[in-house]
Nanobody
Framework: QVQLVESGGGLVQAGGSLRLSCAASGRTLSTYAMAWFRQAPGMEREFVAAISSSGGGTYYADSVKGRVTISRDKAKNTVYLQMNSLKPEDTAVYYC???????????????WGQGTQVTVSS
């Protein structure tokens, strides 16, 4: 069982930056592909970014490409989401997710964190 815990959310002004973290307990993340999703009020959960188990592959949603960077630190068993040039429409609960398959993590992750709130004020 993989337990994921997100942190780093908060309130930021438009144009600002935040770095979200996803720490794991119970199992090493080194063999898992990881992803970030988000869900705004009244909206469906949507994919944001993914990274392969090796860290050599990354994939981003068009809505965040160029503003967001996903990375991982295997020594710390942690995945990060660096978000720059934030917009009010980025306001959402952000979730970390994991799957053994890089292809599957984008659509049907096996494990989810509890989420962290990001609010961007205009």
């Amino acid at each position: 069982q993989v337990q994921l815990v997100e942190s780093g959310g908060g309130l930021v002004q438009a144009g600002g930056s935040l770095r979200l973290s996803c720490a794991a307990s119970g199992r090493t993340l080194s063999t898992y592909a990881m992803a970030w999703f988000r869900q705004a009020p009244g909206m469906e959960r949507e994919f944001v970014a993914a990274i392969s188990s090796s860290g050599g592959g990354t994939y981003y949603a068009d809505s965040v490409k160029g503003r967001v960077t996903i990375s991982r630190d295997k020594a710390k068993n942690t995945v990060y989401l660096q978000m720059n040039s934030l917009k009010p429409e980025d306001t959402a609960v952000y979730y970390c997710a994991a799957h053994l398959s890089y292809g599957r993590v984008v659509r049907t992750p096996d494990y989810w964190g509890q989420g962290t709130q990001v609010t961007v004020s205009s």
